[in-house]
């Protein structure tokens, strides 16, 4: 399929009429790269006088599996699940938004059907990996997300099925008692500053820092492998001392499991990625971070594995501080980075601090997990799966 049947489709699902203005729109929406759900000035207007972003939700029948193997190596081990394309956080610096095809600003694409769909894949299944819910969208962004991320743990629990969550939406309660005492369940909590001006102004639409802190405390309390994501740090913006000291020891009073640090990387195939931020700069009058973004990004910079990510040795002393306060705290806690290339800075040697093993049907019929598998599915010389499952053997 190419980029224009793609776009055509995308374009298709975006109401015909603007969601603030109610008058009629003409499709495609665009600045630049860019592209909006509303007329560009009421999605800015709307932005302005609200403080808020609008994000419009739209139903997308899901085509592909609803279960993925991502592409990258360190996600083959498991199953990529999203229930939506696009989130309501509405973050400015969003993967999702930099993925082809990506939603327009001001609307995210809802899979509709995706719940009963993955229940079918894994009722057919013989083999299934742990399954990551969501790399590139928020699975508790909103509160129908929320009843279908429930649903699915409810579903996950009663198969036997490893799951974990990625979030900066609020965990009901439902979904801790849907968990109490089932082994193969983690929660990743994304929050990269505790400055309520700050984490606002960059994600506009996600609940706040005492939100997400006390999904972290409440995930202890109900004795669940809790990981704090630091992530990803906006250079200039979140990254300075005091605010990863004070963020890190706030995780560290709380005993959290496991840290992970990262900085923003630029999705190369994407131009929109980075047009977006240089336009968040200009919308909020601090242009002087755009020239210093193309310094550290495109003049010092380098790409790795797909994306652009700043000077080494800009990001090196941050994420080594990190560390430091981990090891000087005495705490358990482990420490990984996510697409940072610096190894010697973990505590450890697994980036999410866990790794569950696939599961596989036993006579039966029940999932268990495999035996003597470390869930380490780049380098495992065993083969237990069916070819469909796409496990990548070395």
Not at 119 to 130: G, L, Y
Not at 296 to 301: A, I, Q, R
Not at 345 to 363: H, M, S, T, Y
Request: proline share 6%; charged share 25%.
């Amino acid at each position: 399929m190419v980029q224009g049947d793609v776009l055509s489709w995308v374009w298709r699902l975006i109401p015909e009429k603007c969601s603030i203005c109610g008058e009629k729109l003409s499709k495609p929406i665009k600045l630049g790269y860019i592209s909006f759900a509303q007329h560009k000035e009421c999605y800015f207007d709307f932005w302005k006088s609200k403080d808020k972003i609008p994000a419009v939700p739209v139903y997308r029948r899901l085509k592909s599996p609803a279960l993925k193997t991502a592409n990258m190596d360190c996600l083959r081990s498991r199953f990529s699940l999203n229930l939506s394309d696009g989130c309501p956080h509405e973050c400015v610096y969003c993967y999702a938004r930099a993925m082809w095809p990506s939603p327009p600003h001001g609307s995210y694409f809802i899979r509709s059907g995706i719940v009963d769909r993955v229940k079918n894949f894994i009722k057919r299944s013989r083999v299934v990996k742990p399954v990551y819910a969501s790399p590139v969208s928020d699975p508790l962004a909103s509160p129908e997300l929320a009843e279908m991320t429930l649903e699915l743990s409810r579903f996950f629990v009663d198969e036997n099925i490893p799951f974990y969550l990625v979030t900066k939406g609020e965990i009901p309660n439902r979904i801790f008692e849907t968990v109490q005492n089932y082994p193969f369940f983690a929660v990743q909590v994304s929050l990269t500053t505790l400055d309520k001006s700050l984490a606002h102004l960059i994600e506009p639409n996600a609940p706040s820092s005492e939100v997400r802190l006390r999904n972290l405390r409440k995930a202890k309390d109900w004795g669940i492998f809790t990981v704090l994501r630091e992530d990803p740090f906006l250079p200039l913006l979140t990254d300075s001392e005091q605010n990863i000291t004070e963020l890190t020891q706030e995780a560290l009073d709380m005993e959290v499991d496991h840290i992970i640090g990262s900085f923003v990387g630029l999705k190369t195939s994407s131009p929109s990625h980075f047009e977006y931020l240089q336009l968040w700069f200009r919308e909020n009058e601090i242009e002087e971070l755009a020239e210093k973004y193309e310094e550290l990004f495109f003049d010092k910079g380098r790409v790795f594995h797909g994306y652009r990510i700043s000077w080494d040795k800009y990001r090196y002393p941050k994420l080594k501080l990190i560390r430091d306060l981990i090891l000087e705290s005495k705490k358990k806690t482990t420490y990984g980075l996510c697409l940072e290339d610096m190894d010697s800075l973990w505590i450890g040697d697994q980036c999410e601090g866990f790794r569950f093993a696939p599961v596989k049907r036993n006579r039966e019929q029940k999932f268990v997990p495999i035996e003597g598998c470390e869930g380490n599915c780049r380098y495992c010389q065993i083969q237990c799966t069916s070819r469909s499952v796409q496990l990548k053997l070395t």
